[in-house]
T-cell receptor, first 117, second 117 residues
Framework: GAVVSQHPSWVICKSGTSVKIECRSLDFQATTMFWYRQFPKQSLMLMATSNEGSKATYEQGVEKDKFLINHASLTLSTLTVTSAHPEDSSFYIC?????????????FGDGTRLSIL | AQKVTQAQTEISVVEKEDVTLDCVYETRDTTYYLFWYKQPPSGELVFLIRRNSFDEQNEISGRYSWNFQKSTSSFNFTITASQVVDSAVYFCALSEYGGTSYGKLTFGQGTILTVHP
């Protein structure tokens, strides 16, 4: 079945560092990918929609200058958390959209746990 | 706007008991998709089922069954003869049907299921 690879799975870094997270669709092309954030013991909240070759669409309340999204190819989207601070510590998970009429129209990566010290 | 409500924050059962996880949703769309995902402690999202809004047939898959009632906007999930390995957080989710936003999910708050031996 379709697989989405997300890397890294775990990041610990100092405050002020920028962190890049990659989301790759391994066996299908994904013109659209989604980025979600999940704080401990909370639900997943959509941050942004990443579209190949165009600007990402951010959800209300998400700082686009803080969370830079690049979707330069049909199989790769990246999320960069710029100048990360402890409040950015969270679980970030991406999904890649496939054929709507398949059993699973979107496939999730395994997520990235980000801890900012 | 779409909304998904999982009123049960936590459920605790003893192995072999049946357990039902409730999900109620709100949407102005006449066609839409509903999903259930399992999130074990490792964090990845495990796809369980997708149901489209015009298919109200209940579904059974092994020990899992789903009851979709469009009249009450509910999509409940039952685990029969629960097992310790069923312990996880379960999310109900909703997305648009077709259009540019398909694949973009609105998640419920999640229900933490703990199955004791």
């Amino acid at each position: 079945g379709a697989v989405v690879s997300q890397h890294p799975s775990w990041v610990i870094c100092k405050s002020g560092t920028s962190v890049k997270i990659e989301c790759r669709s391994l066996d299908f092309q994904a013109t659209t990918m989604f980025w979600y954030r999940q704080f401990p013991k909370q639900s997943l909240m959509l941050m942004a929609t990443s579209n190949e070759g165009s600007k990402a669409t951010y959800e209300q309340g998400v700082e686009k200058d803080k969370f830079l999204i690049n979707h330069a190819s049909l199989t790769l989207s990246t999320l960069t958390v710029t100048s990360a601070h402890p409040e950015d510590s969270s679980f970030y998970i991406c999904s890649a959209r496939e054929d709507e009429y398949s059993n699973q129209p979107q496939h999730f990566g395994d997520g990235t746990r980000l801890s900012i010290l | 706007a779409q909304k998904v409500t999982q009123a049960q924050t936590e459920i605790s059962v003893v192995e072999k008991e049946d357990v039902t996880l409730d999900c109620v949703y709100e949407t102005r769309d006449t066609t839409y998709y509903l999903f259930w995902y399992k999130q074990p402690p490792s964090g990845e999202l495990v796809f369980l089922i997708r149901r489209n809004s015009f298919d109200e047939q209940n579904e059974i898959s092994g020990r899992y069954s789903w009851n979709f009632q469009k009249s009450t906007s509910s999509f409940n999930f039952t685990i029969t003869a629960s097992q310790v390995v069923d312990s996880a957080v379960y999310f109900c989710a909703l997305s648009e049907y077709g259009g540019t936003s398909y694949g973009k999910l609105t998640f419920g708050q999640g229900t933490i299921l703990t199955v004791h031996p």
